[in-house]
């Protein structure tokens, strides 16, 4: 199975920065898009990055000029870089793919919305 792994999460105060990490790995046929979303204490999971296998990149309202996604498609890897945190960053943070998963037994492909288990952001002084 495909699996996505989050770490870069932690404890840190307003105005710090944080760069967390999300590697894919297991039989990938092929990536689209990746994603950061986002879910805070009593909130609904809300999108706050995305990234195209091309570049192009899309941010919530609310980071914008302050979060920046990258990607490295040689090593299924996505990034995102958060700069002047504030306390209602804080949140698990998920890490998304739109993919194709190599069914082995088969040969063929399918596609699968993948998801990783969170890692937590806290922003307190």
Same mark, same amino acid.
């Given at each position: #199975?495909?699996?996505? /792994?989050?770490?870069?999460?932690?404890? /840190? #105060?307003?105005?710090?920065?944080?760069? *967390?990490?999300?590697? &894919?790995?297991?039989?990938?046929?092929?990536?689209?898009?990746?994603?950061? =979303?986002? #879910? &805070?204490?009593?909130?609904?999971? !809300?999108? /706050? %990055?995305?990234?195209?296998?091309?570049?192009?990149?899309?941010?919530? !309202?609310?980071?914008?000029?302050?979060?920046?996604?990258?990607?490295?498609?040689?090593?299924?890897?996505? =990034?995102? #870089?958060?700069?002047?945190?504030?306390?209602?960053?804080?949140?698990? =943070? =998920?890490?998304?793919?739109?993919? *194709?998963?190599?069914?082995?037994?088969?040969?063929?492909?399918? %596609? *699968? !919305?993948?998801?990783?288990?969170?890692?937590? /952001?806290?922003?307190?002084?």
């Amino acid at each position: #199975q495909v699996q996505l /792994v989050e770490s870069g999460g932690g404890l /840190v #105060q307003p105005g710090g920065s944080l760069r *967390l990490s999300c590697a &894919a790995s297991g039989s990938i046929f092929s990536i689209n898009a990746m994603g950061w =979303y986002r #879910q &805070a204490p009593g909130k609904q999971r !809300d999108l /706050v %990055a995305a990234i195209t296998s091309a570049g192009s990149t899309n941010y919530a !309202d609310s980071v914008k000029g302050r979060f920046t996604i990258s990607r490295d498609n040689a090593n299924n890897s996505v =990034y995102l #870089q958060m700069n002047s945190l504030k306390p209602e960053d804080t949140a698990v =943070y =998920y890490c998304n793919a739109d993919l *194709l998963e190599m069914i082995v037994t088969t040969g063929s492909a399918h %596609a *699968l !919305d993948a998801w990783g288990q969170g890692t937590l /952001v806290t922003v307190s002084s």
